[in-house]
């Protein structure tokens, strides 16, 4: 799968990941009110208004880019029927041809992050036959169990020709209050950037390893230590926009092959109609700036690249 | 919920939790053929047959403990129709006066961490409603983010009068591998579990904090430091039975006014049948081997404090 990735990025020219990260308040209220007029003010409406909005996106930025990546918890605050808009949007974005990160940051033991690894990479088996759960093609994991709470992961990205990232230096302020810490000299999330590549070693892909890592726009002087420490490892960039980062920081986050990152944006993208940039589009019109926010943000990539 | 989930624990005088973590192994023959028959080996037939697996645990050891534990995991894996079930659990654990402890290991940055917190212990808005997702009592909360990533969680639980148990020294062989690092002679765990007690000091019920740890039993020097550090968060204690931990390692972990942990056995309890000591039940009386399981379970437990 990250062959594919690769080929996706190069074909669309185009290191870009959008996040489906939809807050109720960014979905226009053209697209609230029928939601609701359907399913009343439920969990029901809200996951079809939110269903709805992602189509409208999906729709509007699938040629432009090669993968997107919604985040679980905004799916999950719904409960049961968000959780079944995810695996809708996670459909949608396959059929359209799109690379599905699905950005869910789970990890727990190795028995327990085995089902997670046959939930969302894997298949589960019931009596005779089996099933894929959720079937993202990447998925974001968490690295504080240590490797037996990495191990099934890989085993299934293995198996299935799938992919995880890892968490290495996420993009919040408070990031550092644990993943800085030094160890002999060396912070934590160069420790586990080592791990990293020494995981991903055992998982390569033509170019790049299947095991990809999460590093955010928002610390360029770490991203640039850790490009090299994991030169193997794609790196998932987010932070960009909204959060802070800027392409001028990224620059180090790729290789020399101009390949090895893909930053993603979320607000900046779906809500981008409430941006002052993009506010003439209307909501009306909320894909469209979608869209041009899109552009905007590849060519603000490609020209640091 | 703090002071309930104490109030349970000490009117039932069982400092226990049943982890309902249910692989379809665990589940006999005669229910998953039936769940199979009404609906197929589907994703939906799985979920049917957990449902009624755990209905007849729950059933048999409600009176015995003061709080159930699901992995939402072992749920996960089965997608929506999994889901559904996880809530269906939490809802009748909770019908049953059970305190529910969601074993999510969720965490991300803020605004989605947020997001976990209103979907799993708070509520969400949709128009001029508001609705209970998954509705859980405490959940599992991984603390790699650092402070904003956890904040949210204490902000709900401050509101709703919930709880959660932060990620310490977890029960798995390679815990170690970044939670053992030390940092000028601390160890990582010890790091995270000063700021348990930091931000537990916060949110203070009666006589311990909304916010608990989790520390695994497999590692009981390290659990005996750990009490010193956070005196007043309650210890949610998992790896006895199965994954190693025995009674006597246990004693440390609780506080001398007896309170203070609450430990947790999944497999030997929902899977006693299955054990060779409870082997004379059969299949067919898996729940009775539950019940059993759980007694020697408090016995044992009790005999150590």
Redesign the interface.
């Known amino acids: 799968m990250i062959n594919t990735l690769i080929d996706g990025i190069q074909k669309k020219n185009a290191p870009v990941v959008a996040g489906l990260?939809p807050m109720?308040d960014y979905v226009p209220d053209g697209i609230?009110d029928a939601a609701?007029e359907e399913f009343g003010?439920?969990?029901e409406?809200?996951a079809e208004a939110v269903w709805q909005f992602n189509k409208g996106i999906v729709d509007a930025v699938y040629d432009l880019i090669p993968a997107v990546k919604p985040?679980i918890?905004?799916y999950?605050?719904?409960?049961?029927p968000?959780?079944?808009v995810f695996?809708r949007t996670v459909d949608y974005c396959k059929e359209k041809g799109l690379v599905v990160i699905g950005d869910v940051?789970?990890?727990?033991?190795?028995s327990?992050?085995a089902?997670?690894a046959?939930?969302?990479l894997g298949k589960?088996?019931?009596?005779?036959?089996s099933?894929y759960?959720?079937d993202e093609d990447f998925i974001t994991v968490?690295?504080?169990?240590?490797?037996?709470?990495v191990k099934p992961f890989l085993d299934v990205c293995r198996e299935e020709k799938k992919g995880i990232f890892l968490?290495v230096k996420?993009?919040?302020?408070?990031?550092?209050?644990?993943?800085d810490?030094?160890?002999?000299g060396t912070p934590?999330y160069e420790?586990?950037g080592r791990?990293v590549a020494e995981w991903g070693a055992e998982c390569m892909g033509a170019q790049y390893s299947y095991v990809g890592c999460v590093v955010g726009a928002t610390y360029p002087e770490m991203g640039k230590a850790l490009r090299k420490v994991m030169p193997k490892s794609y790196i998932l960039v987010?932070g960009y926009g909204a959060q802070g980062g800027t392409a001028k920081d990224l620059v180090h986050y790729f290789n020399e092959d101009g390949l090895g990152a893909i930053i993603n944006s979320s607000r900046g993208i779906i809500a981008a109609y409430k941006n002052e940039t993009y506010a003439k589009y209307g909501e009306k019109n909320y894909a469209e700036a979608s869209r041009k926010a899109v552009e905007d943000m590849i060519a603000d990539i490609r020209s640091c690249i």
């Not at 810490?181 to 002999?184: G, L, M, V």
């Open positions: 990260d109720l609230k609701f003010e439920t969990l409406g809200a985040q918890a905004m999950e605050q719904f409960g049961v968000g959780l079944a695996k940051k789970r990890g727990d033991i190795g327990t992050s089902a997670y046959a939930g969302h589960v088996t019931v009596g005779s036959k099933y759960a959720f968490n690295p504080y169990f240590g490797i037996d709470g968490l996420t993009s919040n302020p408070s990031s550092g209050e644990f993943q810490q030094k160890i002999d934590l420790l586990v791990k987010p």
